[in-house]
């Protein structure tokens, strides 16, 4: 009993370091963000184009560098990539400050990109190697509420800030990303422990007749293809929500639509500290079918309501289903991946998310200006639905967590 008791407690420390150094960093990151749009057509003159440009440089190398990042991470260590990361953040901040030109500005962005990727990344492979096995799924989750509090804090300190010019926004970000540093080497570098982190079938585990994965599956591991498909479909839901929810409820005579989004961003954050267990208790895989599910019934609320209650009703049912998306999807690429290629596997999966955004950002612009913006919720709601069948044909593991087990048992 007290064998089981040592295995199920939660790291708290090590957990504070590791949270804390994600929400300082990009605390740091997002300050920056409603601020460069001004910077940019300021300081250099330029229009809108260089405006998305430096604005969503960071997008692309964190899309292509989220595998690498997990696969370093997995081979030189959690602390060292992520306090790299962190790092990086900082030296885009102090970056600002030079006067690099509009190139410049675009290759320091290319830069605080890559920091991203690897402080998001190695982070989260780190927290499921902290975490007793029975509560993977819920520190995900918790690890990606951290991360929006830093997002929505960061925003609104960048745009405060501003108010005392562009070089304190400059020195905010900077010395945010070093305090986030500080929290990250905080932690101890412990070596692994013979604790597995995940339960992998035997088949995916390299064995010694077994056959050596190519480069293209180091970087892309199988286990986290299909998880990751599920999650690129499933973004397309969140991007209508926050291009086309307030002009969607304008167009019905409701000018508050902000307060729709307000409510989806509560109810996701809240979801996670409240129930984010779940993919723990009752399995990754039946969690993620409702999760998909729940955000679909929302869209379709969304796209049909009549007025800002019920608009704001299907916020809620999305932002419950959505929130549990990510972290059930996750766990079933931690339960497949071999415990070596946990880095690559997760980095890998998160960078579906990018790619998902990216994707869609551009389509849903399309499908609002031929089919009117209800058609955006609708084709948000196909592709949840579409994400749950991806989870679907996922193959189960060979071997449950024991929560599920417990569960399926006294039913």
Same mark, same amino acid.
């Given at each position: ?217 180091? @970087?892309?591991? +199988? ?6 498909? %599920? $999650?690129?479909?499933? =973004? /397309?839901? *969140? &991007? !209508? ?7 969607? @409820?304008?167009? +019905? ?6 307060? %729709? $989004?307000?409510?989806? =961003? /509560?109810? *996701? &954050? !809240? ?24 955000? /679909? ?115």
């Amino acid at each position: 009993m007290d064998a089981s008791a040592e295995g199920s407690r939660i790291p708290r420390l090590a957990l504070f370091g590791v949270f804390g150094g994600l929400f300082c960093g990009y605390l740091g990151l997002t300050a920056a963000i409603p601020v460069l749009p001004g910077f940019v057509r300021e300081r250099f003159g330029a229009g809108d184009l260089a405006v998305g440009l430096v604005v969503t440089a960071t997008a692309l190398t964190a899309l292509l560098v989220r595998p690498v990042s997990g696969h370093l991470a997995d081979r030189y260590g959690h602390r060292r990539v992520m306090s790299t990361g962190a790092l990086l953040v900082a030296a885009g901040g102090l970056l600002y400050f030079l006067p690099l030109g509009l190139g410049g500005l675009v290759a320091v962005r290319l830069l605080v990109g890559v920091g991203e990727a690897s402080l998001f990344t190695a982070g989260a492979v780190w927290v499921v190697s902290l975490a007793p096995h029975e509560r993977r799924g819920q520190l995900i989750g918790l690890y990606g509420v951290s991360m929006w509090g830093g997002i929505s804090a960061g925003t609104f300190l960048g745009a405060t800030l501003l108010n005392l010019g562009y070089g304190a926004v400059w020195g905010f970000t900077t010395a945010a990303a070093l305090l986030g540093l500080l929290l990250i080497l905080s932690v101890p570098a412990a070596p692994r422990t013979g604790r597995p982190t995940a339960q992998t079938p035997a088949a995916q585990t390299p064995g010694d007749g077994g056959e050596r994965p190519g480069r293209w599956q180091t @970087l892309l591991p +199988r286990p986290a293809l299909l998880p990751g498909l %599920a $999650l690129a479909l499933a =973004s /397309a839901g *969140y &991007a !209508g929500v926050a291009a086309f929810v307030v002009l969607h @409820l304008q167009a +019905r005579g409701t000018g508050s639509g902000v307060v %729709a $989004l307000s409510v989806f =961003s /509560a109810v *996701y &954050a !809240g979801t996670r500290l409240v129930i984010g267990h779940l993919p723990d208790r009752l399995g990754a895989r039946r969690v993620a079918t409702w999760s998909g599910v729940g955000e /679909a019934a929302g869209l379709a609320i969304i796209a049909l309501a009549p007025n800002l209650p019920v608009a704001v009703i299907g916020s809620v049912v999305m932002g419950v289903g959505f929130s549990l998306l990510h972290p059930s999807l996750a766990l079933m690429v931690m339960d497949r991946a071999d415990p070596s290629a946990q880095g690559a596997a997760l980095g890998a999966y998160t960078s579906f998310w990018d790619l998902g955004l990216s994707v869609w950002g551009p389509l849903i612009g399309v499908v609002a200006a031929v089919f009117g913006y209800p058609a955006v919720f609708v084709a948000g709601a196909c592709c949840a639905l579409g994400a749950v069948a991806v989870a679907l044909s996922v193959r189960p593991p060979d071997t449950e967590p024991a929560a599920v087990s417990r569960v399926r048992s006294t039913s």
